[in-house]
């Protein structure tokens, strides 16, 4: 059965020794950020820093491991990859709460409705102020009112205003820029913490924008998900949700939003954003609020977006090219710029066509390897290995330039507007030449399998 909610989530970190409690007073001013750091460093566990001054508890690193993703979908590493594959083909539509929802226990509005008394934390010290980083937003297309989850930063300007980044390719930033065409000056939004871990890794599954993502999410739950009208603006939120916060983005004004540490480990500079006032802060009683540190990978967002990433990009290529076997897009890379493949090749150049297809994906790789299925793509030794002895750079190493630039990447001039701003990007044909004889590998049949008593007797 899915968790019901994000406390029963907690209760299963708890209980597998991945969620420790912090008793002692921490400062939300880079304190946070340092214990988050250090626990994600060495794999450690989630943090609840329950005296942070405020009257919420803040529960950071929820998504910092790969085992705690295994958590999140009651599954094992052998067996995640198909459940994920699974759930996307069969989505569920979601239902509306019947009684009063969880996520509406405490609803404050006008001057009660303050940002201020949430223990929203600076990470880094060139950090423009508080930032939101867990938060879901929830989102609808004005056109077709469709609505959509996605991750998106929120910087805290006051007791009730907040500015963000919206990409102009992601969907929350495309409806901005629908509703400005259509005349709007107010668009309506909401973010939310402390949900089904679910929804949280839904946000990074990569959908055609006319997908319902409460309806992918109902399907990797594999059960559909409950929701609630908003009180102040026209939306469906989840209705455990631990804290909601309801917005109107102003379509006629910008403020000057950042720096921000993050998922590319350098900072963004500040650049004018748009401005969100707040309409409605409701919560659950005793709720919970949530941390998420970014920075240089791997943090705690990129194994957020990893596994989904995997699946999702895998689902996509293997329409076109049957063959494909396996996909890897390492936290090295901020899981999006860089991407390896294995292929059994049907026909000359078909490495070649997957880099390419690879390349026109929304998640903008700027670098794109494939290499033979004999290659375990989740060991960066095994794909170097492939790199260093089957490629000619000559004949194996394309350079497509004018492409669109990744996000926040900073190697592209940032004076570029979002929208205009473009790169070039690496493919690397690291398979071996097809229909051609190549050099026999040089390994020891059986060593695996290889009775070894005195070498399993040191390792027990």
Known sequence: MPYADFRAFLDALRAHGELIDIERPVELYLE????????AAIGGPALNFKNNGT????????????????????????????????????????VMTTGKAPAH????????????KLPIPTYSPDDGGPFITPGIVVSRDPETGVPDLGHYRFQIMNAGEMSFLAQPFHRFGKHIVKARKMGMTRYPAAVVFGVDPILAYTCTIQVPDGTNDYEIAGGLRGAPVELVHARTVDL????HSEIVIEFEVDLTKDVLEGPLGEYTGYYT????????????????????????????????NHILKQLPFEASFFQMMKKTFPTLHSVSIPPSGGVSFSIVMSLAQRYAGEARHAILAAMSTNLRPK????????????????????VAFRVQPRRDVIIVDDLPAGPLDPSVDDSV?????????IGID????????FQKVADVPGWQEYDFPELRARHT
């Open 32 to 39: 946070i950020g340092k214990a988050l750091r250090q626990t």
């Open 55 to 94: 009257a919420f508890p803040l529960v950071g690193g929820l998504y910092n491991t790969r085992a705690k993703a295994l958590l999140a979908f009651e599954s094992t590493e052998a067996a995640v990859f198909d459940k994920i594959l699974s759930g996307l083909a069969k989505p569920i539509a979601p």
């Open 105 to 116: 226990d405490v609803v404050l509005t006008g001057a009660d409705a303050d940002l201020t």
């Open 236 to 239: 469906d939120v989840p209705a």
């Open 269 to 300: 500079p500040s650049s004018m954003k748009p401005l969100a006032r707040v309409t409605a802060i409701t919560h659950r009683t005793g709720a919970y609020c949530q941390a998420l540190l970014t920075g240089i990978p791997p943090t705690e």
């Open 367 to 386: 670098i794109v390897t494939v290499v033979d299925t004999d290659i375990n793509v989740q060991s960066s030794a095994e794909v170097e290995w492939a």
């Open 417 to 425: 507007p979002l929208e205009a701003r473009t790169g070039s990007a």
């Open 430 to 437: 690291a398979t071996r030449p097809f229909g051609q004889e």
